[in-house]
């Protein structure tokens, strides 16, 4: 079995195949052959490639990027989805409008990572999985305990939305990749807690 995520931003081309990329290449590192890491956009540019502001992060980190097309987001790829991780809140409301089932594994990558901690800190996430010896079996879970710790803590309007650096100077796509590199290493980190 694999653990599918997807990472969802407007035109699949900035963000969503950073996270995407970022995600799979450290998930690999931690449990090869596992997760399989996915991405589309609301808006998409279809068929493009990587923004060249977020292919020369991936470039500087060794990360591939050469076989990545940008695709629609639509009903039938949520149909496949056991983890859906949105860059904004607005995204996060056009993934559930496609697909309401999603609401308890729906997240946007900030409030993913922001409740994962949260959660962990109110109960260890040791506890919370016992007795789950694989990782699907973990990742069955853990959106469902995330659901759980939604509205517990109060946060900005915002926080969880990871700003799009589209047609912006090179210091937005840095801010970006350095935002989603911080949601993915907590992200990455739980999983990582169970090797």
Same mark, same amino acid.
Request: charged share 25%.
């Given at each position: ?20 990329? =970022? ?5 690999? #590192? ?9 991405? $589309? %956009? ?29 695709r629609q987001l639509t009903e039938r790829i949520l149909d496949e989805v056991d983890l859906a991780l949105p860059l904004t809140v607005e995204h996060r409301r056009m993934v559930l409008s496609y697909a309401p089932r999603l609401l308890k594994r729906c997240f946007t990558l900030n409030e =993913? ?5 949260? #959660? ?9 999985? $016992? %007795? ?64």
């Amino acid at each position: 079995m694999t653990v599918r995520m997807l990472t969802v931003c407007t035109g699949n081309v900035c963000r969503s195949p950073y996270a995407q990329l =970022a995600l799979q290449h450290r998930l690999d #590192a931690v449990r090869p052959g596992v997760f399989e890491v996915t991405s $589309a %956009g609301t808006g998409a540019l279809v068929g493009e490639r990587v923004d060249p502001g977020s292919g020369s992060i991936l470039d500087s980190t060794g990360i591939a990027h050469d076989t990545f097309a940008a695709r629609q987001l639509t009903e039938r790829i949520l149909d496949e989805v056991d983890l859906a991780l949105p860059l904004t809140v607005e995204h996060r409301r056009m993934v559930l409008s496609y697909a309401p089932r999603l609401l308890k594994r729906c997240f946007t990558l900030n409030e =993913a990572a922001r409740l994962i901690e949260s #959660a962990g800190q109110r109960h260890p996430w040791a506890e919370r999985l $016992a %007795g789950l010896s694989t990782p699907e079996e973990r990742w069955a879970r853990i959106p469902l305990e995330l659901a759980g710790e939604r509205g517990m803590t109060r946060v900005e309007d915002g926080a969880d939305d990871i700003a799009d650096p589209y047609r912006k100077p090179q210091e937005a796509f840095d801010q970006m990749a350095a935002e989603i590199d911080a949601a993915v290493e907590r992200i990455v980190a739980l999983d990582a807690s169970f090797v």
